[in-house]
């Protein structure tokens, strides 16, 4: 078989999307979960406080605590995740402060993102990003 | 119901009215996330607690949905605030329907 430098670019092209497509279903993935959190509200970013390590050395095992003062509820997204969804956090009216701590998985290095909703239905965000050397999705 | 649930929890015996103080909990459990899989390479099915919620006489503290990427063994540490005595009560679901509690009592000095 001979290949045109017409078929030699077609080929390259087709295997760019391939290569792009997991990508692309995990942007979508995070999408969707903002949009299911947030609605159609504008995102500030500000208001929220994040904490989580710089280095990661076990993804099985993260420490991050989210703080966002008049917070209804907090839900954290991990996007490089094969479920970005991590955890949602809702505070009662005895909550002492809209503060959380947990620990999480992560799959590799990646942005972790915090979305707060407030009592007004405003939506603030915060971004972190953590590098991660073991991988906690398991093989 | 998965082996070996023991769920802990850390509440100071008393508390200022009116002023927040921690609380720390963690239940031992596999926490499963189904995205593993096994030597095989079929898919390991997701078992993990999804729910977990802190309520105090009654009247919630925080709820939390948790979902796979939570680690195994979950650890949560928030803060409340209180007016009175009273006890506070913990409550995990697990994907299998079962349901885990723990309480603490309280007292307001």
Known sequence: MKFTRRDTLAMGAGAAVATFM???????ANDEAVMAFTGDADIMDEGVELTAPEIAENG??????VSAPGAVSILILATGNPAPRVIEFSFGPLAGAQSASTRCRLAGTQDIVAL?????????????IVKVTIGGCGG | MADNVKPRVRVPRSAVAGE????????????????RKDSDGNPIPRSI?????????????????????ISTNPYFQFE??????????FTWLDD????????????VG
């Open chain 1, 22 to 28: 997991p990508m692309q279903a995990f942007a979508d």
């Open chain 1, 60 to 65: 099985n095992t993260v420490p991050i605590s």
């Open chain 1, 116 to 128: 707060a909703k407030m009592a007004d239905g405003s939506i603030k965000r915060a971004t972190s």
């Open chain 2, 20 to 35: 927040a103080f921690e609380i720390k909990t963690l239940i031992s459990h596999k926490m499963e996330s189904g995205q």
């Open chain 2, 49 to 69: 607690i999804n729910h977990f919620s802190c309520d105090f006489n009654g009247e919630n503290v925080m709820q939390a949905m948790l979902e796979g990427a």
């Open chain 2, 80 to 89: 409340a605030v209180i007016q009175e005595s009273g006890t506070f009560t």
């Open chain 2, 96 to 107: 299998d329907g079962s349901e885990y509690t723990d309480s603490k009592d309280i007292t």
